[in-house]
C-alpha cells in the first residue's frame, strides 16, 4: 500500500516536474508559435538568480517565487525586443537565432559565475510514508505546478487578457480586429512566458548542482513535451506530460531509468510523425 | 467504354460538410470540358480528387484514368501516367530562372540531351523568350501563371487538368491561353477549372456546372449558360 | 544572369591552387591541427550539402558524425585493421540514415518537424551512449564505455598490413585526400539532373511533385549521401582524437557546426568547408584562454547572422565580387570584353 502510494508520488511529481519546465515553453508556442531554444537556458537564470540571491541572504521563497520571475522576465523582454520580434512569421531563423541565444547565455553565466556547480538546500526537509523516505520538496513543486496551471487557466479563461492571448493563438489579424497591438501582445506574451520559465528554474533549483549548462537538459524535454502536446497551451501540455511520464515509468520499471529515457524520447518521434499538430492538435479543439 | 477520365461515386467529405457527393464523371477522350460552378460548389475539392492531391480511401469512390484504377495514387505517380496539372494557387520555384523551371519539367520527360530543345519549344509557343533569364519571382501574377502552364505543356501529357488558369491574367493575355488550350486540344484531353465566364464561353467547349458538391447539368457551353437553373444558381455573377 | 546559377560550378583553378597548398602544408606546418580542421570541414560540408541546396536542415546532424566515430571505434577493436572498419563507418550511419530519412519524408512532416525529430534522434543517441557503462555493453570485444567512451583502438594502417600505422602525416593526406574527393563527388553531383533536381525541391517541392517526381525518396537519397560523408568524417576524426566519447553527439557539436555552416554560406560548397576551418581554428585558440568563452563567441556570431547577414560570408562576398566586375563593365572601354547576355541585367 505505502509503495503504491510512494509509486503515484513519483510519477505525480515527474508530471509536475515536465509541465512546469514546459509551461513557459507551452505559452510562447502555443501563443506566438515561437519555438524559443534558449528556454532551458530561462529556467537555468531563474535557478541561478535564486541560489545567488539566497547566498546573499534574501528569503529563498521569495528569490524563487518572486525575484527569479522578474529577473528572467526582464531578459525575455529585452530577448523580445532585441531578437525574436524581427522574426516573427520565420520558425526555421526564430529556432536558430535562440539556439545562438542559448549558446550566449551559457557562456555568460559561466564567465559570471564560473564552470563549478552551485547549490542551495531544499528549504523543506523529508517525511516518511510508509517504511519509505520521500523528499518533501517533491510535495512542494507538485503542489505548485498545480497552482501555476490553475491560475494560468483562470486567467486565460475569465480574464480580458486571456481572452486577448487566445485571439492571438488564431493569429495577428484576429488581435488586430480586436483592437489590441499584435506587437505589444506577442510582447507581453514573450515576458511572462520567460516569467513561468525563470519561476520553474527558481522553483527546482534546490534539487541539484547547477550548473550553467544545465538548460541544456531542460529544452529537450520541455521541447518535446510541447511540441507533442500541440497548441493548446494546458491541455497539450498536460497530455503530452502525462503520457511521456507514465511510459518512462512503466518502462524504467521493467529495465533501467536510461532506457526509460529513451523510451520517452522514441515515444516522441513516433507521435510527432503519427500526428504532426501534436496530441491537442488532434483531440482537444477547445484552445485551452 | 470508359474514357480519358472517369470518376465513379466520387464523395469527399470534410467533417460534417459534403464537399463532393457522389459524382460519376466521365470524359471522353481528346475532349475538353470546362467545370464551373459558384463558389463552394465542389469544383475545385473534385478537382483535387482527381489529381491525387486529396489521397483517396475505399470510401470515397473511385477514380480512373484511361482504364486504370488510380484511386488513391499520389499526385507524381498520376502525373507521370502522362497528365499534366496546373493548381489553383500558383506553384512555380521563385527562386529560380523561366528557363530553369521549365528544364526542371522537362528533364524528367526528354533526358538530359532533349530538355533544352523541349524547353525552348514550350517558350516560343508561349511566348516566353523575353523572360527566359528572369527569376520567375519577380514576375507579374499573369507571366508566372503562364510559366506554370508551360511547366505542364513541356512534358507533352496527354490529359491535362488546369485549376483556375486564367486568374490574374490580362485580357490579351486571357485570349492567348485560349488560343493555346485549343491547340492543345488538338492532342489532348483538357479539363479546365474555372470562374470566368468570358474565358469559358471563349473556349466554347462542354461544360459541367457544379453545384452543392454535385453535377447540376452537363452539355455545350452555349445552352448550359443560358440555362435559367444554372443563372438562379449564380444569381449576383455579373457574367451570367 | 546564366542557367543555374544556384548549383554552382567547378574552378577548376582555384581548386589546383587549394590542393598544392594542402599537399605542401606539411613542409611548413605541423598537421596534427589541420586534420581535426579538415575533419570539421568535410563535416560541415555534408550538412551543406544538403542544407543549402535541398533546402533540408537538420538539428542533429551530429548523430551521423558520431555514429561513424562509434562504428569505426568498435569495429577497429573488433577486426583490428583499419580497411573494413572505415568502410563500415560509412555504411551504418547511411543506413541508419536511410531509415530516419525515409521514416520523416514520406510521412511528408514539415520542416520544423524534421528539426525536431532530428534533435531528438541525436539526444536518443546521446543518451544511450552516455549510459553504456559497465562491462554488460559490449559489442563483440569493444566495451562501449558509457560517458569514458572508447579508448586506444588501431588507428588507420596500411590496408593489409596491420602493423605498419599510417599515424601522423600520413593521416592527414587520407584527410586531404576525403575532403577533396567527397567535394569533387558533390559538385559532380550538384551538375547532374539529381543536383538540379534538390534545388528545385528547396524552392518548391509541391511543385516537383507535380512534375511527376518522386520526392520523398530523393530527399531520402541526399540525406543517406549527407549522412555517409558525415560518418567518414566522423571516422576520421576517431583516428585523429584516439578516442571516441558520446560528446559527438552532442547538441553542442550539432550547434556548431550548424553555425559554420550558416556564417560560412548557405547554397555553396565552399561555405561551410571554410566556415568550418576559420571558426575551428577560432574554436581552438579560444580554447586556450578563459577569458573569452567559446560559447558566447559562437552564439553571438550565430545571431547576428541570422538576423543581418543571413546569406553568409561567402555568398555575400561572391556577390559583392560580381556587383564589383559589373560596375567595371560599364566603364566604357571595357564594354567590349564582357560581351555576353548574360551579363546584361535582365
Same mark, same amino acid.
Given at each position: 500500500?505505502?509503495?503504491?502510494?510512494?509509486?503515484?508520488?513519483?510519477?505525480?511529481?515527474?508530471?509536475?516536474? !515536465?509541465?512546469?519546465?514546459?509551461?513557459?515553453?507551452?505559452?510562447?508556442?502555443?501563443?506566438?508559435?515561437?519555438?524559443?531554444?534558449?528556454?532551458?537556458?530561462?529556467?537555468?537564470?531563474?535557478?541561478?538568480?535564486?541560489?545567488?540571491?539566497?547566498?546573499?541572504?534574501?528569503?529563498?521563497?521569495?528569490?524563487?517565487?518572486?525575484?527569479?520571475?522578474?529577473?528572467?522576465? &526582464?531578459?525575455?523582454?529585452?530577448?523580445?525586443?532585441?531578437?525574436?520580434?524581427?522574426?516573427?512569421?520565420?520558425?526555421?531563423?526564430?529556432?536558430?537565432?535562440?539556439?545562438?541565444?542559448?549558446?550566449?547565455?551559457?557562456?555568460?553565466?559561466?564567465?559570471?559565475?564560473?564552470?563549478?556547480?552551485?547549490?542551495?538546500?531544499?528549504?523543506?526537509?523529508?517525511?516518511?510514508?510508509?517504511? *519509505?523516505?520521500?523528499?518533501?520538496?517533491?510535495?512542494?513543486?507538485?503542489?505548485?505546478?498545480?497552482?501555476?496551471?490553475?491560475?494560468?487557466?483562470?486567467?486565460?479563461?475569465?480574464?480580458?487578457?486571456?481572452?486577448?492571448?487566445?485571439?492571438?493563438?488564431?493569429?495577428?489579424?484576429?488581435?488586430?480586429?480586436?483592437?489590441?497591438?499584435?506587437?505589444?501582445?506577442?510582447?507581453?506574451?514573450?515576458?511572462?512566458? &520567460?516569467?513561468?520559465?525563470?519561476?520553474?528554474?527558481?522553483?527546482?533549483?534546490?534539487?541539484?548542482? !547547477?550548473?550553467?549548462?544545465?538548460?541544456?537538459?531542460?529544452?529537450?524535454?520541455?521541447?518535446?513535451?510541447?511540441?507533442?502536446?500541440?497548441?493548446?497551451?494546458?491541455?497539450?501540455?498536460?497530455?503530452?506530460?502525462?503520457?511521456?511520464?507514465?511510459?518512462?515509468?512503466?518502462?524504467?520499471?521493467?529495465?533501467?531509468?536510461?532506457?526509460?529515457?529513451?523510451?520517452?524520447?522514441?515515444? &516522441?518521434?513516433?507521435?510527432?510523425?503519427?500526428?504532426?499538430?501534436?496530441?491537442?492538435?488532434?483531440?482537444?479543439?477547445?484552445?485551452? | 467504354?470508359?474514357?480519358?477520365?472517369?470518376?465513379?461515386?466520387?464523395?469527399?467529405?470534410?467533417?460534417?460538410?459534403?464537399?463532393?457527393?457522389?459524382?460519376? #464523371?466521365?470524359?471522353?477522350?481528346?475532349?475538353?470540358?470546362?467545370?464551373?460552378?459558384?463558389?463552394?460548389?465542389?469544383?475545385?475539392?473534385?478537382?483535387?480528387?482527381?489529381?491525387?492531391?486529396?489521397?483517396?480511401?475505399?470510401?470515397?469512390?473511385?477514380?480512373?484514368?484511361?482504364?486504370?484504377?488510380?484511386?488513391?495514387?499520389?499526385?507524381?505517380?498520376?502525373?507521370?501516367?502522362?497528365?499534366?496539372?496546373?493548381?489553383?494557387?500558383?506553384?512555380?520555384?521563385?527562386?529560380?530562372?523561366?528557363?530553369?523551371?521549365?528544364? !526542371?519539367?522537362?528533364?524528367?520527360?526528354?533526358?538530359?540531351?532533349?530538355?533544352?530543345?523541349?524547353?525552348?519549344?514550350?517558350?516560343?509557343?508561349?511566348?516566353?523568350?523575353?523572360?527566359?533569364?528572369?527569376?520567375?519571382?519577380?514576375?507579374?501574377?499573369?507571366?508566372?501563371?503562364?510559366?506554370?502552364?508551360?511547366?505542364?505543356?513541356?512534358?507533352?501529357?496527354?490529359?491535362?487538368?488546369?485549376?483556375?488558369?486564367?486568374?490574374?491574367?490580362?485580357?490579351?493575355?486571357?485570349?492567348?491561353?485560349?488560343?493555346?488550350?485549343?491547340?492543345?486540344?488538338?492532342?489532348?484531353?483538357?479539363?479546365?477549372?474555372?470562374?470566368?465566364?468570358?474565358?469559358?464561353?471563349?473556349?466554347?467547349?462542354?461544360?459541367?456546372?457544379? *453545384?452543392?458538391?454535385?453535377?447540376? !447539368?452537363?452539355?455545350?457551353?452555349?445552352?448550359?449558360?443560358?440555362?435559367?437553373?444554372?443563372?438562379?444558381?449564380?444569381?449576383?455573377?455579373?457574367?451570367? | 544572369?546564366?542557367?543555374?546559377?544556384?548549383?554552382?560550378?567547378?574552378?577548376?583553378?582555384?581548386?589546383?591552387?587549394?590542393?598544392?597548398?594542402?599537399?605542401?602544408?606539411?613542409?611548413?606546418?605541423?598537421?596534427?591541427?589541420?586534420?581535426?580542421?579538415?575533419?570539421?570541414?568535410?563535416?560541415?560540408?555534408?550538412?551543406?550539402?544538403?542544407?543549402?541546396?535541398?533546402?533540408?536542415?537538420?538539428?542533429?546532424?551530429?548523430?551521423?558524425?558520431?555514429?561513424?566515430?562509434?562504428?569505426?571505434?568498435?569495429?577497429?577493436?573488433?577486426?583490428?585493421?583499419?580497411?573494413?572498419?572505415?568502410?563500415?563507418?560509412?555504411?551504418?550511419?547511411?543506413?541508419?540514415?536511410?531509415?530516419?530519412?525515409?521514416?520523416? #519524408?514520406?510521412?511528408?512532416?514539415?520542416?520544423?518537424?524534421?528539426?525536431?525529430?532530428?534533435?531528438?534522434?541525436?539526444?536518443?543517441?546521446?543518451?544511450?551512449?552516455?549510459?553504456?557503462?559497465?562491462?554488460?555493453?559490449?559489442?563483440?570485444?569493444?566495451?562501449?564505455?558509457?560517458?569514458?567512451?572508447?579508448?586506444?583502438?588501431?588507428?588507420?594502417?596500411?590496408?593489409?598490413?596491420?602493423?605498419?600505422?599510417?599515424?601522423?602525416?600520413?593521416?592527414?593526406?587520407?584527410?586531404?585526400?576525403?575532403?577533396?574527393?567527397?567535394?569533387?563527388?558533390?559538385?559532380?553531383?550538384?551538375?547532374?539532373?539529381?543536383?538540379?533536381?534538390?534545388?528545385?525541391?528547396?524552392?518548391?517541392?509541391?511543385?516537383?511533385?507535380?512534375?511527376?517526381?518522386?520526392?520523398?525518396?530523393?530527399?531520402?537519397?541526399?540525406?543517406?549521401?549527407?549522412? &555517409?560523408?558525415?560518418?567518414?568524417?566522423?571516422?576520421?576524426?576517431?583516428?585523429?582524437?584516439?578516442?571516441?566519447?558520446?560528446?559527438?553527439?552532442?547538441?553542442?557539436?550539432?550547434?556548431?557546426?550548424?553555425?559554420?555552416?550558416?556564417?560560412?554560406?548557405?547554397?555553396?560548397?565552399?561555405?561551410?568547408?571554410?566556415?568550418?576551418?576559420?571558426?575551428?581554428?577560432?574554436?581552438?585558440?579560444?580554447?586556450?584562454?578563459?577569458?573569452?568563452?567559446?560559447?558566447?563567441?559562437?552564439?553571438?556570431?550565430?545571431?547576428?547572422?541570422?538576423?543581418?547577414?543571413?546569406?553568409?560570408?561567402?555568398?555575400?562576398?561572391?556577390?559583392?565580387?560580381?556587383?564589383?566586375?559589373?560596375?567595371?563593365?560599364?566603364?566604357?572601354?571595357?564594354?567590349?570584353?564582357?560581351?555576353?547576355?548574360?551579363?546584361?541585367?535582365?
Amino acid at each position: 500500500m505505502d509503495y503504491a502510494g510512494v509509486v503515484v508520488l513519483e510519477i505525480l511529481y515527474m508530471i509536475a516536474f !515536465l509541465a512546469l519546465i514546459s509551461a513557459g515553453l507551452a505559452i510562447v508556442f502555443g501563443m506566438m508559435r515561437v519555438i524559443n531554444l534558449a528556454h532551458g537556458e530561462f529556467v537555468m537564470l531563474g535557478g541561478y538568480t535564486t541560489i545567488a540571491c539566497s547566498k546573499a541572504g534574501m528569503d529563498v521563497y521569495f528569490a524563487m517565487l518572486v525575484v527569479a520571475p522578474v529577473v528572467v522576465a &526582464a531578459v525575455g523582454l529585452l530577448v523580445e525586443r532585441l531578437i525574436i520580434r524581427w522574426l516573427y512569421g520565420r520558425i526555421i531563423d526564430t529556432m536558430l537565432a535562440t539556439w545562438g541565444l542559448s549558446l550566449l547565455l551559457v557562456g555568460l553565466v559561466t564567465l559570471i559565475f564560473g564552470t563549478s556547480a552551485v547549490s542551495v538546500p531544499a528549504p523543506i526537509p523529508g517525511y516518511q510514508l510508509g517504511s *519509505y523516505q520521500m523528499g518533501g520538496y517533491n510535495l512542494f513543486i507538485i503542489g505548485i505546478t498545480v497552482l501555476l496551471l490553475i491560475g494560468m487557466w483562470v486567467v486565460l479563461r475569465f480574464t480580458r487578457a486571456g481572452l486577448i492571448a487566445r485571439g492571438a493563438m488564431q493569429g495577428p489579424d484576429v488581435v488586430a480586429a480586436l483592437g489590441y497591438d499584435p506587437g505589444k501582445v506577442y510582447m507581453v506574451t514573450f515576458t511572462v512566458g &520567460a516569467a513561468l520559465s525563470g519561476l520553474a528554474g527558481g522553483v527546482l533549483a534546490p534539487l541539484t548542482g !547547477l550548473l550553467p549548462s544545465s538548460g541544456g537538459a531542460y529544452i529537450a524535454k520541455a521541447f518535446i513535451t510541447v511540441i507533442t502536446g500541440g497548441a493548446a497551451v494546458i491541455a497539450g501540455t498536460l497530455s503530452s506530460a502525462v503520457i511521456f511520464c507514465v511510459i518512462n515509468q512503466l518502462v524504467s520499471f521493467a529495465s533501467t531509468p536510461v532506457i526509460g529515457e529513451i523510451a520517452m524520447l522514441a515515444l &516522441a518521434i513516433i507521435l510527432l510523425r503519427l500526428m504532426p499538430q501534436g496530441i491537442t492538435g488532434r483531440f482537444f479543439r477547445s484552445g485551452t | 467504354m470508359s474514357g480519358v477520365v472517369e470518376t465513379l461515386d466520387l464523395t469527399m467529405r470534410f467533417g460534417g460538410v459534403v464537399a463532393v457527393d457522389h459524382v460519376n #464523371f466521365s470524359l471522353r477522350e481528346r475532349e475538353l470540358r470546362c467545370l464551373i460552378g459558384p463558389n463552394g460548389a465542389g469544383k475545385s475539392t473534385f478537382f483535387k480528387c482527381v489529381t491525387g492531391q486529396y489521397r483517396l480511401g475505399h470510401e470515397n469512390g473511385r477514380v480512373l484514368v484511361r482504364g486504370s484504377e488510380v484511386t488513391g495514387w499520389p499526385t507524381h505517380e498520376i502525373v507521370r501516367l502522362g497528365v499534366g496539372i496546373k493548381t489553383q494557387v500558383p506553384s512555380v520555384m521563385n527562386g529560380l530562372t523561366v528557363h530553369e523551371n521549365l528544364w !526542371l519539367a522537362a528533364r524528367r520527360v526528354h533526358g538530359w540531351a532533349g530538355s533544352n530543345g523541349a524547353v525552348e519549344e514550350t517558350m516560343s509557343e508561349l511566348q516566353l523568350h523575353a523572360l527566359s533569364r528572369r527569376l520567375v519571382g519577380e514576375l507579374a501574377h499573369g507571366q508566372r501563371q503562364m510559366v506554370e502552364i508551360g511547366l505542364v505543356l513541356v512534358q507533352r501529357p496527354w490529359l491535362v487538368l488546369l485549376d483556375e488558369p486564367a486568374a490574374g491574367m490580362t485580357g490579351p493575355e486571357v485570349e492567348r491561353l485560349a488560343g493555346v488550350i485549343r491547340r492543345i486540344n488538338q492532342t489532348a484531353s483538357l479539363i479546365v477549372v474555372d470562374h470566368d465566364m468570358e474565358f469559358v464561353r471563349m473556349l466554347g467547349s462542354n461544360v459541367t456546372v457544379f *453545384y452543392q458538391g454535385a453535377v447540376l !447539368l452537363e452539355g455545350p457551353a452555349d445552352r448550359v449558360l443560358n440555362d435559367a437553373r444554372v443563372r438562379e444558381v449564380y444569381i449576383g455573377n455579373r457574367a451570367a | 544572369m546564366s542557367d543555374w546559377r544556384s548549383t554552382g560550378k567547378m574552378q577548376w583553378g582555384w581548386f589546383l591552387i587549394a590542393l598544392a597548398v594542402l599537399v605542401l602544408l606539411p613542409l611548413v606546418f605541423d598537421t596534427y591541427t589541420m586534420s581535426l580542421l579538415l575533419v570539421w570541414a568535410l563535416f560541415a560540408m555534408s550538412l551543406g550539402l544538403m542544407w543549402g541546396y535541398a533546402g533540408l536542415l537538420s538539428f542533429g546532424h551530429a548523430a551521423y558524425f558520431g555514429l561513424g566515430a562509434y562504428t569505426y571505434a568498435i569495429a577497429a577493436v573488433n577486426i583490428g585493421e583499419s580497411s573494413v572498419p572505415l568502410l563500415l563507418a560509412i555504411l551504418v550511419p547511411a543506413l541508419f540514415a536511410a531509415v530516419v530519412g525515409a521514416m520523416m #519524408f514520406y510521412g511528408r512532416i514539415s520542416d520544423v518537424y524534421m528539426g525536431v525529430i532530428t534533435l531528438v534522434v541525436t539526444l536518443i543517441l546521446f543518451n544511450f551512449m552516455s549510459a553504456t557503462a559497465g562491462d554488460a555493453y559490449k559489442l563483440g570485444d569493444a566495451r562501449l564505455g558509457g560517458f569514458n567512451g572508447i579508448p586506444g583502438f588501431p588507428t588507420l594502417n596500411v590496408p593489409g598490413y596491420p602493423q605498419m600505422s599510417l599515424a601522423g602525416v600520413p593521416t592527414y593526406y587520407i584527410c586531404v585526400v576525403a575532403l577533396l574527393g567527397c567535394y569533387l563527388l558533390s559538385r559532380w553531383i550538384l551538375a547532374r539532373s539529381f543536383g538540379r533536381l534538390l534545388v528545385g525541391i528547396r524552392e518548391n517541392e509541391a511543385r516537383c511533385e507535380l512534375m511527376g517526381y518522386n520526392v520523398p525518396a530523393l530527399k531520402t537519397a541526399v540525406f543517406t549521401l549527407s549522412a &555517409a560523408m558525415a560518418g567518414l568524417a566522423g571516422s576520421l576524426f576517431a583516428n585523429w582524437a584516439e578516442i571516441v566519447t558520446p560528446s559527438v553527439f552532442s547538441l553542442r557539436q550539432t550547434a556548431e557546426v550548424l553555425i559554420w555552416v550558416l556564417v560560412g554560406g548557405l547554397g555553396t560548397l565552399l561555405g561551410p568547408i571554410l566556415g568550418a576551418m576559420v571558426l575551428g581554428a577560432v574554436k581552438l585558440y579560444l580554447g586556450e584562454q578563459t577569458v573569452i568563452d567559446n560559447s558566447l563567441v559562437l552564439g553571438l556570431l550565430l545571431i547576428i547572422v541570422v538576423l543581418g547577414v543571413r546569406r553568409g560570408v561567402v555568398p555575400t562576398l561572391q556577390s559583392w565580387w560580381v556587383a564589383r566586375a559589373r560596375r567595371r563593365a560599364r566603364k566604357p572601354g571595357a564594354r567590349r570584353r564582357l560581351g555576353s547576355a548574360s551579363d546584361r541585367p535582365a
